[in-house]
């Protein structure tokens, strides 16, 4: 019968008493068991002397279960470390309330044996351990004993050594393998990690590997996890004789278990003060297999001296969130142990939920690993209390996302901790703060921990975090307990960047400043961790304190599109999580710079939804009729504009307007920048006129509030002056910016920025009324200005560099424009990048000039690229957009494809009429360019020519240059329709036209030279020369679109209200 047990049925016949249930590193302690136990009669099944060679071992296993009345587990750390063996048997056993659970060393055991009645065999001598195991059984006396205690000399063979009291050999050399301290149990679920592989070669190479490894990395991230499971498995593969796990928390810890250890492997008093000592000589002269664990060493200072020898039979591993040079060097090398992966964290999610029967989407744990960072501790914390309080994986990442829910209230209570973990991912990290803030300087990692706490996790630039507002925040919160001469002292750079390394080395940061824009990165938890512990007045000043060093570290202008993009990134992470801080007392002016930056990047788009929300937000904040929220409608007007919807940007404008009226009056200066807007974007809305007579009105009211000198009467001026060029005066607003210029130069000087800006319109103005060369030179004597005040990569020296290689074109050079052109798309998108504004519109002039230069195929191509690229960053029914359109529609033209060019513009046109409206400018270009490729598509298409011709006339009038180029082609066209009667109605209206023509532009502009030219051509078609040749030498000049000139055109006098400051400036 069993042991303790009823006599066995019939039907459940016991062909064993006992079944003894272990694992390899317990074997010893195994078969002194089975040895005592058939040493007293009974019979015995184990896997050492019973598992036959090649059997299953599961099936075997479950086999012996159902044979035996008894099952006795061998328990230790290392049993409950590797469940694929033992969750059968304890089911099993469990089943039938047959399991004895015998202890072995110091060990929990897990929940589902906690009921369970166990015994200790462990620090106990053989006679106590052997009563204890009978007792365990059932056996009320032992009726026969061990065949001999096997510490003798010569113990029989078939008797087992008793593991509790190891003999010792020659020299004090173990006689079997020893472990000293108890390396955790591996996670439930651990999660197979490059690191793990790296461990495993680390012990490869026979004495060649690197002997001391180092896992270091933020708290939280599994570095323990990492070396318990290498430790288990060096331990089960039988890879080392000795294993000596410490807790390295300190120096006394660690030398308390090199003492126990010395005393377990030389016989040494463990109370011994040289202990320590003799483990490492034992250490350096043993030719046993050794591993060293040091974990979680907080300090480098503590292992001086203690550091075990570099021996080829020999491997250190160590665990810290420390990253100081102390650490490694030569025989040590370190492994950076980093998060999980997106998918390491999903798997270890679903694993965790799988055993207590969850079903939860995948979506939603992807993402709910995602708002964890991929954080080991927090995913493993989170799963508990997902299951504690029956959450699916959705809810728990809407109570993640409510602010107000401290993380410390998101994660299991203490006594729920998964894995044996001894803190909260909320309490996880404030050790390492106040060793942080320890270092030099002392107490200031704490608060630079603060600032980089509200700022984006995913990268800081360096310039923020030691601008002169950080400064100042780390001078006023420095830690208290400081060296009172340095806490009287105003904290500098050097000292900022201290403190961003003290915090580096503890593994709360990673601050690398081989990459300054993005030089500090930050877990999102250790920022909320941060955040949450500091209380509302201090939160409130730090949001303020972080917007003022972005602002600081904020250039002027934006030249490196990357630290720009960082800067934005910054602010918006800020704004985030700041509550209201940023909007009381008053928007921060961090707001309104990041806004602009987006458009000025070029992201037009995002600027305007930028502004929408901040409208919207500042509703809330500060109510409609804030000055704040007035300027964010303004800014927001103003990217609609620049985005491509002038009309809807003018209709905000008067809205905004009649607020401005209404609550400021008329002569208020913000009032007047409203007005400076609105006709600013009635010109670009295609009505250049009323754009005239706006800032006509406007000048009157500017000159009377503010006088002749002031910097917005000037703007008002230089605006007046562009848009009577761009309604088609171009000699008065030469003659205007001319006067503007005198001014400049009397109030500031040759080298102002204003006073360069408006040479450049003079130029541009002069050159549409005289000789390209003119033009060039003019340009070419401001750029060399330019160089020297602003500098090559300045945005105005680019643009006049632009405006040289179109005058270049102009003047009869097109391949050398497109060379010139070519070298400023280089610097261009070194500067600002490929997605800027300006880099699209020189690809633009390249492609153009490329095809004036006898490359249609290649314009054309390239026009295609750029169309993908515009419609990616601008959208479909962007002005510029449309203008590419247009263009590449004229080289598929040019290129031999008429009927696509035809089909081209005909879509476009569709487009243009949606957007702008029969009458703009660019639609009657496109009416102008359709009639031309459906004339060269079909030779009877003159009567939408005469159409286009008719409305620009009624629009325009006579006089207007698209008035006068309509009649150009109209005239070409019934030239080239016709014979020689044709011709000679072509030759003419030519002679009309250059009456016209001189009247209106001079004898030297370029338009009139070319009507000179087409006169002659068609007298001489009407005299009978050679009518085809002719034609195809003409028909290029006629066809052609707007020369890229016209895309630069001047620089109107924006006024941009709340760009650096929530108080709009007076320009």
């Excluded at 503590?302 to 250190?316: E, T």
């Excluded at 029956?390 to 990442?397: E, H, P, S, V």
């Excluded at 403190?499 to 993005?518: C, E, F, I």
């Excluded at 290129?895 to 879509?907: C, N």
Aim: with cysteine.
């Amino acid at each position: 019968m069993g042991i303790g047990d009823p006599p066995a049925t019939p039907d459940t016949p016991a062909a064993v008493d006992v079944f003894v249930s272990y694992t390899a590193a317990d074997e010893a302690w195994a078969l002194w068991v089975a040895a005592v136990l058939e040493a007293e009669g009974r019979r015995v099944a184990i896997e050492a002397w019973d598992a036959p060679a090649g059997t299953n071992l599961i099936v075997w296993i479950s086999q012996q279960m159902a044979r035996a009345a008894r099952t006795v587990a061998i328990c230790s750390q290392a049993y409950f470390t590797f469940h694929w063996r033992t969750t059968q048997e304890w089911t099993g056993a469990l089943a039938s309330n047959t399991l004895i659970p015998l202890r072995v060393e110091e060990c929990a055991l897990p929940p589902v044996l906690a009921s369970i009645a166990y015994r200790d065999l462990h620090h106990v001598d053989e006679p106590t351990a052997r009563r204890r195991l009978l007792e365990a059984l059932g056996l009320a006396a032992p009726t026969r004993v061990s065949s001999g205690f096997p510490g003798g000399a010569a113990p029989a063979p078939a008797a087992a050594a008793f593991p509790g009291q190891p003999p010792r050999g020659a020299a004090g050399i173990p006689a079997r393998r020893i472990r000293v301290g108890m390396p955790p149990r591996v996670a439930d679920h651990f999660q197979h990690r490059p690191a793990v592989d790296d461990l495993a070669h680390a012990v490869d190479g026979a004495g060649t590997a690197v002997a001391c490894q180092v896992l270091a990395g933020m708290g939280g991230v599994g570095k323990t996890q990492l070396a318990a499971h290498h430790a288990h498995q060096m331990w089960q593969s039988g890879a080392v004789d000795v294993l000596v796990w410490v807790v390295a928390a300190s120096r006394e810890q660690i030398q308390t278990v090199y003492a126990r250890a010395a005393a377990d492997l030389t016989g040494t008093d463990p109370t011994d003060p040289t202990a320590a000592e003799a483990l490492l000589g034992w250490l350096a002269d043993t030719e046993k297999r050794w591993l060293i664990v040091l974990d979680d060493v907080a300090d480098p200072a503590d292992l001086r001296g203690l550091w075990p020898p570099d021996r080829p039979n020999g491997r250190v591993l160590v665990t810290t969130r420390r990253k100081d040079a102390a650490l490694t060097g030569p025989g040590r090398h370190r492994v950076d142990v980093d998060l999980f992966t997106s998918e390491e964290a999903s798997a270890y999610l679903t694993a965790i939920l799988a055993v207590h029967e969850r079903d939860d989407d995948p979506a939603q744990i992807d993402r709910l690993a995602a708002d964890l960072g991929y954080l080991p501790l927090a995913l493993s914390q989170a799963a508990a209390y997902l299951v504690d309080q029956d959450l699916d994986c959705a809810t728990y990442r809407d109570l993640l996302a409510d602010r107000a829910q401290p993380l410390a209230d998101l994660a299991p209570d203490d006594s729920g901790l998964p894995d044996d973990q001894q803190a909260t991912v909320a309490a996880a990290w404030s050790l390492s703060i106040d060793r942080a803030d320890q270092l030099r300087p002392a107490g200031l990692a704490r608060p630079m921990l603060e600032l980089a706490a509200a700022l984006e996790p995913n990268g800081v630039p360096e310039a923020v975090l030691t601008s002169p507002p950080a400064l100042e925040y780390l001078t006023a919160h420095r830690t208290p307990g400081s060296p009172p001469d340095r806490d009287a002292r105003p904290v500098d750079t050097r000292d900022a960047r201290s403190a961003l390394r003290a915090l580096h080395r503890l593994s709360l940061l990673d601050h690398v400043s081989a990459n300054p824009h993005q030089a500090v990165r930050i877990h999102q938890l250790i920022q909320r961790a941060v955040r949450e512990q500091l209380p509302p007045d201090r939160q409130h000043t730090l949001a303020r304190a972080a917007g003022d060093a972005l602002l600081a570290a904020w250039p002027e202008v934006e030249r490196d599109t990357d630290l720009a993009q960082a800067l934005r990134a910054n602010t918006t992470t800020l704004a985030a999580h700041s509550g209201d801080a940023l909007w009381q007392p008053g928007l921060h002016p961090a707001l309104f710079v990041a806004g602009n930056s987006l458009g000025n990047a070029g992201l037009v788009a995002a600027a305007v939804a930028f502004f929408e929300h901040l409208n919207t937000a500042a509703d809330h904040h500060l109510g409609p009729d804030d000055p704040d929220t007035l300027i964010i409608r303004g800014n927001l007007a103003f990217w609609q504009r620049a985005g491509g919807d002038p009309a809807g940007a003018s209709r905000a404008f008067e809205v905004l307007l009649d607020d401005y009226l209404r609550l400021l009056g008329p002569d208020h200066p913000d009032t007047l920048i409203t007005r400076h807007n609105l006709a600013l974007s009635r010109g670009e809305a295609g009505d250049p006129a009323g754009a005239v007579e706006a800032f006509e009105q406007l000048l009157t009211d500017r000159l009377r509030v503010l006088g002749p000198d002031h910097p917005s009467t000037l703007a008002t001026r230089h605006n007046l002056a562009f848009w009577r060029g761009k309604a088609g005066d171009g000699a008065g607003a030469a003659s205007a910016f001319e006067e503007l210029l005198a001014d400049y130069l009397r109030l500031l000087g040759p080298d102002h920025p204003d006073t360069l800006k408006t040479r450049h319109n003079l130029a541009f103005w002069r050159a549409e009324a005289e000789d390209p060369a003119v033009a060039a030179s003019d340009f070419e004597k401001l750029l060399t200005d330019q160089l020297r005040v602003l500098g090559p990569d300045h945005p105005d020296a680019l643009a006049s560099r632009s405006y040289l290689a179109d005058w270049q074109a102009v003047a009869g050079d097109p391949a050398g424009a497109a060379a010139e052109t070519e070298a400023l798309l280089t610097d261009r998108l070194r500067v600002l990048g490929p997605d800027h504004p300006d880099t699209l519109t020189t690809r633009e002039h390249l492609a153009f000039w490329r095809g004036e230069a006898g490359d249609g195929a290649g314009a054309a191509s390239s026009y295609r690229e750029l169309l993908t690229e515009q419609l990616r960053l601008l959208g479909p029914d962007h002005p510029d957009t449309l203008t590419v359109r247009g263009r590449l529609a004229f080289w598929r033209g040019a290129a031999g494809d008429r009927a696509g060019a035809a089909s081209a513009f005909e879509e476009l046109l569709d487009d243009q009429l949606r957007l702008l409206g029969p009458d703009h400018p660019d639609t009657l270009t496109t009416w102008d360019q359709l009639a031309f490729w459906q004339r060269e598509a079909d030779p009877d298409a003159i009567a939408d020519f005469e159409e286009v011709l008719t409305d620009r006339l009624r629009l325009l009038g006579p006089d207007h240059p698209d008035t006068l180029r309509s009649l150009s082609q109209l005239a070409a066209l019934q030239g080239w329709a016709g014979d020689q009667a044709g011709a000679a109605r072509a030759a003419d209206d030519f002679e009309e036209l250059l009456d016209s023509y001189l009247r209106v532009l001079g004898p030297d502009h370029p338009d009139t030279l070319a009507t000179r030219d087409y006169l002659a051509y068609w007298r001489e078609q009407a005299g009978g020369s050679r009518r085809n040749q002719a034609a195809d030498g003409a028909s290029g000049d006629l066809q052609q679109p707007q020369s890229p000139r016209g895309d630069h055109h001047p620089d109107p006098g924006q006024e941009h209200a709340g760009d650096r400051e929530p108080d709009p400036p007076t320009s």
